[in-house]
């Protein structure tokens, strides 16, 4: 194929340097500390960074998979314009000066006869979407989004709506823990995941699954609960119920740090476990008995408050109990509770010095003023999501129905709408609506099938970036480092999206040369601090801090000769405060009321998933493969090629089906083949897939046609101020 690593003429693999190199994983978004080094010309053998205590030193088996993409036949390493029509899978090989020329003609010609807001600029999160993002400010455009609201925004809106901020689980120090399907053991968080098993493992920590099939994390839990799809909600009010009415909430820490308590409490008198037991079949003698469990344990237990996957449109609802049932127990900055991460500017205030260093922001002045509205801003709901990645899906109303205007261009940046946004079908009209579309990419994805130009970027095994920041209790830097020399004519897209802007006529707002120059920006000209942790690649500093524990703030305060002064209980209680318009926690918000009217408080409300004739359809994350980002990495693929369909016996049975046949689920947007796998792991009423596979572009050869394609099945909905992407629907099963 034109462009492919297999068009090249093979060579040895050169590595940067003969000793391990520190470096930063991105086989999925949490991309963790590696360490990695070249063996024999041959291969890369990858590591995990014994710097990063909390991760173990480890990598999982997506990690350890990386290298075997540099020097996939399939991997794209020069830059490719379409010949044919979109999505026909036409290509012809172009110098990096045609593809930016390319580039800079057809957006400055929107820009010129549509303004700059008729493009939109989209990436995955993290270090991908900055530089991406400066290009998009630099032209004009406001409409810059990530896969937020494909994957793990809700439960960032949610705790802004309640905390004004996010927060993080110390999970390896919890007695107790609820888990609402957030399955940890197979999308694998490594400090997280291992922190979980220490619990469970060293601490004897009780684990309780509430989830409609029998996964991994539900497997290694004391007590699994096969809910109803999309019920998460009632049993968490229920609990909340509980902790109220019998008296386990800790009074004192509601009455010092939370607004609103009277009037959540009031919402969820009703919401008894016999209520809830009608709405989700979980026995209410079991709600009660484990919120019991739960309260005994406080403040060293936590309700997990999930991550991706939205189920119903009430999501925003269910994030906020989640986070309620921890509030009422008071484990907010206590040992196996959740908190608040402490970066560099703060830690160094309580502590009275400069104990960890502060990483400038290297900004440009003078950039564009914009003053046209982002395309999401049509719908004041979601306000707390426009600075939060945007809803990511609006793309397509604009492009479709012109609402708020009309889009033209789509600059894409390692992302994958035709996977992981809803209704497959409709995001393919967009793109066939569109003028121009350009996608930096590592290999042809299904979404990159239908671009103008294909742009490709060196893995992340051949890329330096910025210093990134990893602060959790204490403050902490890791920065990614090459490994290899670049393999063919790919190219980092921090330096793609800046040689775009100066061909764009751009060039004013990109200053630095190069990305040890925006590096030294970042620690002030340091160059010692810069080697040390480019040195180490992961550095922490001082003592772990939680405000509200005494252990640790004992030990802070001895450490440090100017630390704060404690408070009288030997805590930094007093100091703890809020980014939210009362500085409080927040279980109900005029905020929120004002800009979604009758969301302040947190309440129930029922929802309709499926037709009385129809199964559930729910999906998830597998350990070996990353969403929308792995099918095609060889390794991976040949640990998993496909995605069987969970289908229980008894439904099985009725339709004739037996474990390995062929069948076929249908929605109300489309229909997928698949292959059965019968078991007694899920609900009668319920069918599942792993998410990510049923690729339907020729470019992808090991993907292509393997599997259900999960967003084939799922209609467009948008759940109400998360801007989320709803990931249940109903189905028809049958026999292929």
Avoid at 98 to 107: F, G, I, P, V, W
Avoid at 413 to 431: F, I, L
């Amino acid at each position: 194929m034109p462009g492919s690593l297999a068009a090249l003429e093979k060579g040895d693999l050169k590595g940067v340097s003969a000793d391990y190199v520190a470096s930063i994983c991105e086989m999925c978004s949490t991309r963790c500390p590696i360490s990695a080094r070249v063996v024999d010309g041959k291969n890369v053998f990858i590591g995990g960074n014994k710097e990063a205590k909390a991760f173990g030193g480890k990598v999982c088996a997506r990690g350890g998979a990386g290298h075997s993409m540099l020097y996939d036949p399939q991997r794209i390493v020069k830059p490719l314009r379409r010949v044919g029509e979109r999505g026909e899978g036409k290509w012809q090989e172009i110098s990096w000066d045609e593809a930016y020329e390319m580039m800079a003609t057809n957006l400055n010609d929107i820009k010129q006869k549509h303004g700059a807001e008729a493009v939109a600029f989209s990436s995955k999160s993290g270090s991908l979407s900055g530089h991406l993002f400066h290009l998009a400010k630099a032209f004009g455009s406001p409409n810059t989004f990530t896969h937020a609201t494909t994957c793990p925004g809700a439960y960032v809106i949610a705790a802004k709506a309640i905390f004004g901020t996010k927060l993080k689980r110390d999970l390896g120090n919890s007695k107790y823990i609820i888990n609402f399907g957030h399955n940890l053991y197979e999308g694998i968080n490594m400090s997280e995941t291992r922190g979980m098993m220490k619990a469970q493992m060293d601490k004897g920590a009780k684990l309780v699954v509430f989830e409609p099939r029998f996964s991994i994390v539900a497997d290694k839990a004391d007590e699994w609960y096969a809910i109803r799809p999309g019920t998460d909600v009632a049993v968490a009010l229920a609990m909340c119920h509980v902790l109220i009415e019998d008296n386990l909430y800790d009074k004192a820490f509601v009455a010092q740090y939370v607004e609103g308590f009277d009037e959540f409490a009031k919402e969820v008198k009703a919401y008894t476990p016999e209520w809830a037991e009608t709405i989700s079949d979980v026995p209410a003698a079991d709600i009660r008995r484990i919120t019991h469990e739960y309260a005994a344990c406080a403040p060293h237990a936590c309700v997990d408050f999930g991550h991706r996957a939205t189920f119903t449109t009430e999501e925003f609802e269910m994030r906020r109990a989640l986070y309620a049932a921890n509030i009422l127990i008071g484990n907010i900055e206590r040992k196996g509770g959740i908190y608040l991460g402490k970066k560099a500017p703060a830690y160094n205030k309580f502590a009275g010095e400069a104990v960890a260093p502060v990483l400038a922001k290297p900004g440009v002045k003078n950039l564009p003023k914009i003053t046209a509205k982002r395309i999401d801003q049509v719908d004041e709901q979601f306000s707390m999501v426009w600075s939060s990645g945007g809803v990511y899906q609006s793309i397509l109303d604009a492009t479709l129905e012109a609402v708020p205007y009309q889009l033209r261009g789509w600059v894409m940046s390692r992302t994958n709408p035709m996977q992981t946004m809803t209704d497959r079908n409709r995001v393919v009209e967009a793109m066939l609506k569109l003028d121009f579309i350009a996608v930096c990419d590592v290999y042809i994805s299904e979404t990159a099938a239908y671009a103008d130009l294909i742009l490709p970027e060196s893995t992340y095994l051949e890329r330096d970036e910025e210093i990134a920041d990893k602060s959790g209790k204490n403050p902490g830097y890791y920065v990614r480092q090459r490994v290899v020399e670049v393999i063919g004519d790919t190219k980092p897209s921090w330096q793609i999206f800046k040689e775009a802007g100066e061909a764009m006529g751009l060039g004013q707002y990109f200053p630095w040369q190069n990305m040890e120059t925006l590096q030294l920006m970042q620690v002030n000209k340091d160059h010692q601090l810069l080697k040390q942790i480019k040195d180490l690649g992961f550095v922490t500093y001082g003592q772990p801090l939680m405000l509200r524990e005494p252990s640790m703030v004992s030990k802070f305060a001895a450490t440090y000769s100017n630390a704060r002064e404690m408070d009288e209980d030997g805590t930094y209680g007093s100091a703890l405060s809020f980014k939210t318009p009362s500085g409080k926690i927040e279980l109900s918000s005029t905020k929120v009321e004002k800009m979604a009217p009758g969301r302040g408080v947190i309440r129930y409300r029922p929802v309709e998933l499926k037709q009385a004739d129809e199964l559930y359809f729910i999906q998830g994350k597998v350990a070996v493969h990353t969403n929308a980002g792995s099918q095609n990495v060889p390794m991976l693929s040949q640990l998993m090629s496909d995605n069987a369909v969970w289908i229980h016996p008894v439904t099985a049975g009725a339709l004739g089906i037996q474990h390995g046949d062929a069948i076929t689920l249908t929605s109300s947007v489309g229909t997928e083949k698949g292959q059965a796998l019968v078991t007694p792991g899920i609900r009668q009423d319920t069918v599942f897939a792993y998410m990510g596979f049923g690729s339907k572009n020729k470019e992808l050869a090991r993907a292509v046609g393997k599997g259900v394609h999960c967003g084939n099945l799922l209609p467009h909905k948008t759940s109400p101020v998360t801007g989320m992407n709803v990931h249940t629907t109903g189905v028809k099963l049958a026999k292929a």
